[in-house]
């Protein structure tokens, strides 16, 4: 009994922290898309911005209140994969954390 309560608290772990790294990787991406598409201002890049706004993807991604919003944003990004829709991966919607 002892061993399934360890266990099943180190799943919760291991899941939370995948879903951080994932929330990590999310952010940094969306920095890459904004410096390449919408670098109106002709801002140079700066790598401390990208982890700053990487920081604020695991934020969102742990917080449980973004929750829903962040599984609907998946399960697009999961959509958009199987089918293979790529001209919608150059989208702003497909690549925005929010």
Same mark, same amino acid.
């Given at each position: 009994?002892?061993?399934?309560? /360890? ?7 291991? $899941?939370?922290? !995948?879903?951080?790294? +994932?929330?990590? @990787?999310?952010? %940094? ?23 700053? /706004? ?7 991604? $742990?917080?449980? !209140?973004?929750?829903? +919003?962040?599984? @609907?944003?998946? %399960? ?23």
């Amino acid at each position: 009994m002892q061993f399934y309560k /360890l266990a099943t608290k180190t799943n919760l772990y291991l $899941i939370g922290s !995948c879903w951080g790294t +994932l929330g990590f @990787h999310r952010g %940094m991406k969306q920095y890459d898309y904004d410096h390449k598409y919408h670098n109106v201002l002709k801002k140079n890049y700066v790598y401390t911005d990208q982890i700053f /706004l990487g920081l604020f993807g695991t934020f969102v991604y $742990i917080n449980p !209140c973004f929750l829903p +919003l962040m599984l @609907h944003k998946e %399960m697009y990004r999961l959509e958009v994969n199987l089918r293979g829709l790529e001209d919608e991966k150059s989208m702003d919607n497909y690549n925005k954390l929010l």
